[in-house]
């Protein structure tokens, strides 16, 4: 790409907004990271005389590539083995520092959003996390305005109804997360119980490369045991290392000196009431450096 020239400078200049679209709608920053390559031939190939505001044709031609690739990606989930994680990426302070940025790509919200359609997932990002007009993103997803109401309503209560109910202050999200991670470190069964919600959920994805429970792991008493039995079993040299995953606290699992996966949290008032566990290596290609994510 020639930097000197107009369409590169004005793509440059938008990408990490580009980018962040791209991964709320498809989870996966590898797949984003492709409609951003589409999104670059279209836009090479686009008269720049005609076009008013460069940022929302931007935003449009990423949201119908990523609309496409969505379909294409559900069909691979279907054969997924185990529960489908989104790629969890290590993200810049900023990102941390904005609660509204923090929440749009945490795990527990990109979760929420894989109930949606294609269409319904698109129309509620860019309305609701990005704060897109109605008329744009009507001539991003080829609706009418009004259908895009009608739309943006219920993805809104659907996403609303399974999200987490209230925003858990720093310090209190900071004291859960130490107590579980010294927990964890010394192998203290009660520690882990203390910190953890009796209903709490844990989701392990090793995308049948690495080993992982095909299915949920539900209640607090079970999923300390299988975590610090699993630790237990195979005789694992266990070090974690606390990072900042999709905007929030996490953890690298390091086992003898490597890193084995991602641990995501959701914190519901002082304790911990969601766990993501990523393994699959393919999902593993960000965690060693931050990602730029941007709402603008």
Same mark, same amino acid.
């Given at each position: 790409?020639?930097?000197?020239?107009? &369409?590169? $400078?004005?793509?440059?200049?938008?990408?990490?907004?580009?980018?962040?679209? &791209?991964? $709320? @709608?498809?989870?996966?920053?590898?797949?984003?990271?492709? /409609?951003?390559? $589409?999104?670059?031939?279209?836009?090479? !190939?686009?008269?720049?005389? #005609?076009?008013?505001?460069?940022?929302?044709?931007?935003? =449009?031609?990423?949201?119908?590539?990523?609309?496409?690739?969505? =379909?294409?990606?559900? %069909? %691979?989930? *279907?054969?997924?083995? !185990?529960?489908?994680?989104? #790629?969890?990426?290590?993200?810049?302070?900023? /990102? +941390?520092?904005?609660?509204?940025?923090? *929440?749009?790509?945490?795990?527990?919200?990109?979760?929420?959003?894989?109930?949606?359609?294609?269409?319904?997932?698109?129309?509620?990002?860019?309305?609701?996390?990005?704060?897109?007009?109605?008329?744009?993103? +009507?001539?991003?997803?080829?609706?009418?305005? &009004?259908?895009?109401?009608?739309? +943006?309503?219920?993805?809104?209560?659907?996403?609303?109804?399974?999200?987490?109910? #209230?925003?858990?202050?720093?310090?209190?999200?900071?004291?859960?997360?130490?107590?579980? %991670?010294?927990?964890?470190?010394?192998?203290?069964?009660?520690?882990?119980?203390?910190?953890?919600?009796?209903?709490?959920?844990?989701?392990?994805? !090793?995308?049948?490369?690495?080993? &992982?429970?095909?299915?949920?792991?539900?209640?607090?008493?079970?999923?300390? %045991?299988?975590?610090?039995?699993?630790?237990?079993?195979?005789?694992?040299?266990?070090?974690?290392?606390?990072?900042?995953?999709?905007?929030?606290? !996490?953890?690298?699992? @390091?086992?003898?000196? #490597?890193?084995?996966?991602?641990?995501?949290?959701?914190? $519901?008032?002082?304790?911990?009431?969601?766990?993501?566990? /990523?393994?699959?290596?393919?999902?593993?290609?960000?965690?060693?450096?931050?990602?730029?994510?941007?709402?603008?």
């Amino acid at each position: 790409m020639d930097a000197a020239d107009p &369409a590169t $400078e004005s793509f440059v200049a938008h990408r990490n907004l580009l980018f962040t679209v &791209a991964y $709320e @709608m498809l989870g996966s920053a590898a797949d984003a990271e492709d /409609v951003l390559q $589409e999104t670059w031939l279209r836009w090479a !190939g686009v008269d720049l005389s #005609e076009v008013r505001d460069q940022r929302a044709y931007l935003v =449009r031609i990423t949201t119908r590539q990523a609309i496409n690739r969505l =379909r294409t990606m559900s %069909r %691979r989930k *279907e054969s997924y083995v !185990g529960p489908w994680l989104p #790629e969890p990426l290590l993200t810049t302070p900023d /990102v +941390a520092q904005d609660v509204e940025l923090a *929440e749009s790509v945490s795990m527990a919200l990109m979760l929420v959003l894989e109930t949606l359609s294609p269409t319904e997932r698109a129309v509620f990002v860019l309305r609701e996390v990005f704060d897109v007009g109605y008329e744009e993103i +009507a001539a991003a997803v080829d609706k009418t305005p &009004a259908a895009v109401r009608q739309i +943006a309503h219920r993805a809104r209560a659907h996403v609303e109804a399974r999200r987490p109910r #209230e925003v858990v202050p720093a310090s209190a999200t900071r004291a859960a997360f130490d107590s579980f %991670r010294s927990a964890l470190d010394t192998g203290d069964l009660q520690g882990l119980l203390d910190v953890l919600a009796p209903d709490i959920v844990l989701l392990t994805d !090793g995308g049948g490369i690495k080993s &992982a429970a095909r299915r949920p792991v539900l209640g607090a008493d079970k999923v300390a %045991r299988f975590i610090l039995g699993g630790i237990t079993k195979y005789r694992i040299v266990l070090t974690t290392v606390p990072t900042v995953v999709n905007g929030s606290p !996490g953890l690298v699992m @390091m086992v003898d000196g #490597e890193a084995d996966g991602i641990l995501a949290f959701r914190f $519901e008032g002082d304790r911990i009431s969601g766990l993501y566990f /990523v393994r699959n290596p393919e999902k593993l290609t960000r965690i060693d450096e931050e990602t730029p994510l941007s709402l603008r």
